[in-house]
């Protein structure tokens, strides 16, 4: 079972910034890491990605505030999420695919909080 690792979520001001990691295993080939986040209620919605290449895909809510990078030799992925808002409050779940069954991966959830 691959198995990613995600840190740094918490709580912060409006305005404020954080950075998430993940971390995939390093002996397995990962094609596009990413971060998507779920509102109770609604469906999980991607938030930025990146593959192999460095090519990037953001929604339209995040774009110019958050920046999405990864380490390919450490198979870490970064979001670095700056000017949050209220709403950008929710669970991030880091994403990535890979040769491994079941081909997708999911990490365990990190919240994010971002205090009025």
């Known amino acids: 079972q691959v198995q990613l690792v995600e840190s740094g979520g918490g709580l912060v001001q409006a305005g404020g910034s954080l950075r998430l990691s993940c971390a995939a295993p390093?002996?397995?080939?990962?094609?596009?890491m990413g971060w998507y986040r779920q509102t109770p209620g609604k469906q999980r919605e991607l938030v930025a990605s990146?593959?192999?290449?460095?090519?990037?895909k953001y929604a339209d809510s995040v774009k110019g505030r958050f920046t999405i990078s990864r380490d390919n030799a450490k198979n870490t992925v970064y979001l670095q999420m700056n000017a949050l808002k209220p709403e950008d409050t929710t669970v991030y779940y880091c994403?990535?695919?890979?040769?491994?069954?079941?081909?997708?991966?999911w990490g365990q959830g990190t919240q994010v909080t971002v205090s009025s």
């Open positions: 390093v002996s397995i080939s990962i094609n596009t």
């Open positions: 990146i593959n192999s290449g460095g090519v990037t």
């Open positions: 994403n990535a695919d890979g040769p491994m069954y079941p081909y997708v991966y």
